[in-house]
């Protein structure tokens, strides 16, 4: 026997230091829970675990690879057998002395004098993270940590919460693909025959979302390219000739239209899954999933349906959020000419400041999630022509339709504008000079907004925030971890306690009793609450950035601007935005005094000026015996269009409209709603929400649970069972299993077999086993004798 031999049993035993080892090196349970992604190749679901008589061992079914723990480490960290031997011992704190077998047997009985340090730091890590000190508890862990690596604890700074991900590199000078090199497409050939899912990281302007199309069109397969908003499909859909869906626009039509489409996050949350697993889709602009949590729903309905595809690319120009153990390949492009951003960061918000600069710019940008301050900007800078964006009046503003049309701002001097035009847009305009961004700490965002203007030798970027006076350093990855943890933990209690009625199901409302978080959400089709990592990877980083000095905050911005200079500024007075926001304030009081004596008039006014209508308002009008155009002209001589660019005028109308058509409300009790604030607003509906479920549970719960029940019954036997797919009794008591996981039903197998002969002509065999049997089965059952 080996000198080395009792000690490799004793790790080659032990299924947790397998399983810890995997997913160390990037394998974890697939979405079926049963087998794991392989860490050597691009499977999803191939790499099983098994005890053998010499211990546990992996192996992937894809490219066969396999073997026990140690063989694991030496091929991932390539080296020899006792190197890897020592590497999973310093790991574990197990003694490594091959020369002594009495160290040996200790390890089974006795802990190392590193192994009792590691545990003395855990314990006061979780000490200090229950007395809520974030410092001193990272501070613990980075000492276990580095104990478990054997290497000598050192403070972080911030540069190691840069992006840290191993990818493969490609040099351009500007654009991908002028050396027709054909790595996206190698990419997406790939993923539609073995499935996965890959990352490209390349500088924004780069042309990647041309390559990608071009690519995708190439390849001529089945393929959906998402965006984050309704611009960018727009963009896309006049610039590729493909179809696209947002808005009011049916998807299932536009797949129709070829292999190719461009969409939304709300209306790829609308596909159906059954038809996904066709499919391709590259998610552009990944990074705003982890921005843009007011759409927490979408983003989650988003993420839903992506695990039915066939395979995803995710593509982005600021990786710094995203959980990077999730991708089976990284390709990133590195640009050689780009523009120079002079970044000036100040540490103030200060409005004579920043009209000083829009004042002397050539043309400026400025970007601010605030119409109201937009507006301020707009009627103070009196030397430029200026236009306001947002996504609720883009529709009246020429300087839009010049972005989406003509990839330039027209004939305005100063662009203002919410985060509508952060991602995906290209604004070629040479002589833009200055680029303000206010009140925004986001690192992606800044980088994108700045991005979006593209052509530029030089351009001036001024940042404006307030900033913490302290300060305390450490590794967003690892708070993510315990805000995880955290998480999980109470996820686990919500579905142990909630209560399953199907009340507020039919309401299309989570159980009231449960706050809205963005860190979990609840998945209707599992009937569960689920933890959200986006949103938990999104709270961190905001977190972070929001506690930072201004100091501090120049060392983050570095992971994507090398030129930042602090400017120094003194306190504000911002005399002159009170003001407007008093003149502001009275103004919009007297033009909702005056809408207010025609709100009859009002529903679906935004709509209707835009010629942007919908089935639900067309119902609405044709039921007043009326249309769009007749109400086209009562607007204009009601002089509604002369104020739905102010201050929040067309988001009021919206709402109101809403109210009206989808909730029924009387005009009076929808408009008083609408003028409403956000919070007040939020409390109503909470109130609504509340009294109408206890109305309806009272008078109606066994109605309700019950039709509510068949309808989710009919709908999974539909979804389930198709033409031409056999089954026998044992997969009927299999699907009522799997069904009542998820719903409180006694359901037999004389029962279901009723209710799937009123829904489809069925044929009766019997078989037994024979070499061959000429049928697609449900699930893989081998089939006894008869």
């Known amino acids: 026997m080996n000198e080395n031999t009792e000690l490799t049993n004793i790790i080659k035993s032990n299924k947790q230091i397998l399983l810890d080892e995997l997913n160390r090196y990037g394998s974890q349970l697939s979405k079926n829970k049963t087998h794991y992604n392989c860490c050597h190749c691009t499977s999803s679901d191939a790499l099983s675990i098994k005890e053998t008589n010499n211990g546990y061992i992996y192996h992937c079914f894809s490219c066969g690879t396999g073997g026990d723990v140690i063989r694991l480490v030496q091929l991932q960290e390539g080296v020899n057998f006792l190197e890897a031997l020592k590497i999973i011992c310093d790991r574990y704190g197990i003694d490594f002395d091959i020369s002594q077998k009495s160290s040996f047997n200790n390890t089974k009985n006795q802990k190392s004098k590193k192994q009792i340090q590691i545990e003395e730091y855990e314990k006061l890590e979780k000490e200090a993270l229950a007395n809520k000190d974030l410092e001193l508890a990272f501070e613990y862990h980075m000492k276990a940590s580095d104990l478990k690596n054997n290497k000598t604890y050192k403070k972080i700074n911030n540069k190691d919460n840069y992006a840290n991900y191993n990818a493969e590199k490609i040099k351009i000078k500007k654009y991908i693909g002028e050396d027709e090199n054909r790595n996206i497409q190698q990419i997406i050939e790939s993923l539609f025959f073995r499935g996965g899912k890959a990352l490209v990281v390349a500088p924004t302007g780069a042309g990647k979302t041309k390559e990608t199309i071009d690519s995708l069109k190439r390849a001529n397969i089945k393929s959906i390219f998402i965006v984050p908003n309704a611009l960018n499909v727009e963009q896309i859909k006049q610039e590729y000739s493909i179809p696209g869906a947002w808005g009011d626009i049916p998807i299932s039509k536009e797949l129709e239209k070829g292999n190719l489409v461009a969409v939304t996050w709300d209306k790829f949350g609308q596909i159906d899954k059954s038809i996904l697993k066709d499919y391709i889709v590259i998610l552009d602009e990944i990074h705003q999933t982890h921005i843009d949590m007011f759409r927490d729903d979408k983003i989650n309905k988003l993420f839903e349906n992506l695990e039915y595809t066939k395979g995803q690319i995710h593509i982005t120009a600021t990786p710094n959020k995203l959980n990077f153990k999730q991708y089976n390949y990284i390709l990133e492009y590195e640009q050689e000419i780009k523009t120079n951003y002079n970044v000036f960061l100040y540490n103030k918000i200060d409005d004579n400041k920043i009209m000083d600069i829009a004042s002397k710019s050539t043309k400026f940008a400025l970007f601010k999630d605030d119409k109201k301050y937009l507006d301020f900007i707009k009627e103070t800078v009196l ?368 029962q279901l077999q009723i209710r799937l002969n009123n829904i489809f002509k069925i044929d009766k065999e019997q078989i037994k086993k024979c070499t061959r049997v000429d049928k697609l089965f449900l699930y893989k059952i081998e089939p006894t004798h008869v």
Request: hydrophobic residues 35%; aromatic residues 12%.
């Open 383 to 750: 030397n430029k022509n200026i236009d306001v964006i947002t996504s609720k009046t883009r529709d009246f503003s020429k300087c839009y339709t010049d972005i989406v049309f003509n990839r330039n701002i027209g004939n305005v001097q100063g662009l203002c504008t919410t985060s509508v035009l952060v991602a995906g847009v290209n604004i070629y305009d040479n002589d833009i000079t200055d680029i303000i961004i206010i009140g925004e700490k986001d690192i992606a965002t800044l980088k994108q907004f700045v991005s979006r203007f593209r052509g530029l030798e030089s351009v001036n970027v001024h940042i404006f925030n307030n900033y913490k006076e302290e300060y305390k350093v450490y590794s967003i990855e690892w708070l993510i971890q315990q805000l995880q943890e955290d998480v999980e933990t109470k996820v686990y209690f919500y579905n142990k306690t909630k209560n399953t009625s199907y009340i507020r199901e039919a309401l299309h409302k989570k159980p009231i009793t449960i706050p809205n978080n963005n860190e979990f959400y609840f998945n209707q089709n599992e009937n569960k609450y689920k933890v959200n990592e986006i949103g938990i990877r999104n709270f961190a980083y905001t977190f972070y950035y929001n506690q930072s000095t201004i100091e501090s905050y120049k060392e983050l911005l570095g992971e994507y601007f090398s030129n930042i200079e602090i400017v120094k500024l003194d306190d504000p007075k911002n005399a002159a935005r009170k003001k407007y926001n008093e003149v502001a304030k009275l103004e919009k009081e007297e033009i909702l005094k005056e809408l207010e004596q025609n709100k009859d008039k009002l529903v679906g006014a935004v709509k209707i000026l835009t010629d942007k209508t919908n089935k639900k308002l067309e119902n609405y009008l044709a039921q007043n015996k009326t249309d769009a155009e007749i109400e086209y002209v009562k607007l204009l001589d009601l002089g509604v269009h002369k104020y739905i660019t102010i201050n929040n005028i067309a988001k009021i109308l919206n709402l109101y409209t809403k109210y009206v058509i989808e909730n029924g409300f009387t005009y009076n009790i929808a408009w008083s709603i609408a003028t409403k604030g956000n919070r007040a607003r939020g409390k109503i509906f909470g109130q609504i929400d509340s009294i109408a479920y206890r109305k309806i549970e009272k008078k109606y719960k066994d109605y309700i649970d019950n039709t509510d029940l068949e309808n989710r019954l009919y709908n999974q036997i539909i979804n389930t069972f198709k033409p031409g797919l056999s089954y026998t009794t044992e997969h009927l008591e299999m699907f009522i299993e799997a069904f009542q996981n998820v719903a409180p039903i006694n359901l037999t197998v004389e």
